[in-house]
């Protein structure tokens, strides 16, 4: 199949799924790996995708990408995020842990600890603290999203500001370059506004895809965090806020 047919059909599958693994078009294509990484860096370098550890995708302003697939976009660099995050946690500590598959990677990396207090709206976290005898999880109410196990909703908001955590442990969906976070959702949102409000101290943990990616709802400024944990040095704007606002930046 001649190049071009082959980038025209990889961006309709994307289209369709808004992720793709290297080794689906592969499969599909029935060509070398490394014919799918030249393919997938010409139509990046054209900007009609985003390049992932694994794959590509396209960035949506409204649309977040499946559960599923970003399961698996940058898996390496957010486990190596979430070692570095759980080194700031003292065994005994509170705290508040949002939706999200970077802050369910740092929920695993958390059962090296002892004795943590977690207040959640996250399933899937919740699921994976409780193999902890010594943990103590407790889960906000509201509405669950099926897609992701996240809890949504004005009765999740007035659940969490009930708490005083020592940390809010919060993952993002995007990073403008002002340093606005960026999600999808608003009821999300909401809860991830109570948690920043109601935590002493604020751990963002993005891998490097998040900066410059488009989302339709503002969370708040990064200026609002204590600590930033990504594997990539951020663009020269976000330096600039991160500095100016004596934000910690830990880069793995």
Do not use: C, W
């Not at 004005?154 to 990073?175: L, R």
């Not at 999600?183 to 604020?202: L, M, T």
């Amino acid at each position: 199949m001649h190049q071009n047919r082959r980038l025209d059909q990889i961006m309709e599958i994307i289209g369709r799924n808004g992720f793709v693994t290297t080794e689906q078009l592969v499969e599909h294509f029935q060509v070398t790996p490394q014919t799918i990484r030249r393919d997938l860096n010409e139509l990046a370098k054209q900007n009609k995708l985003r390049r992932h550890h694994g794959g590509a995708g396209i960035d949506s302003s409204t649309v977040n990408t499946a559960y599923q697939d970003r399961k698996i976009m940058n898996l390496a660099a957010k486990e190596r995020i979430a070692e570095s995050l759980v080194e700031h946690i003292p065994d005994g500590a509170s705290m508040f842990i949002n939706i999200g598959t970077t802050t369910e990677t740092i929920a695993r990396a958390l059962l090296s600890r002892h004795g943590l207090r977690v207040v959640t709206n996250n399933l899937h976290v919740a699921s994976i603290l409780s193999a902890k005898e010594d943990f103590h999880i407790i889960i906000a109410g509201g509405e669950v999203r099926n897609r992701d196990g996240g809890i949504v909703g004005e009765a999740a908001v007035d659940f969490i500001s009930q708490f005083k955590m020592d940390f809010g442990i919060i993952g993002i969906s995007g990073i403008d370059n002002d340093g606005s976070l960026l999600d999808f959702d608003y009821r999300e949102v909401r809860v991830a506004q109570s948690i920043i409000g109601n935590s002493s101290q604020v751990l963002l943990a993005a891998d490097h895809s998040k900066f410059g990616r488009n989302a339709m709802v503002r969370l708040g400024s990064i200026e609002q965090v204590d600590h930033v944990f990504t594997d990539a040095r951020p663009p020269r704007e976000i330096l600039q806020i991160l500095n100016r606002h004596d934000i910690a930046l830990h880069i793995v």
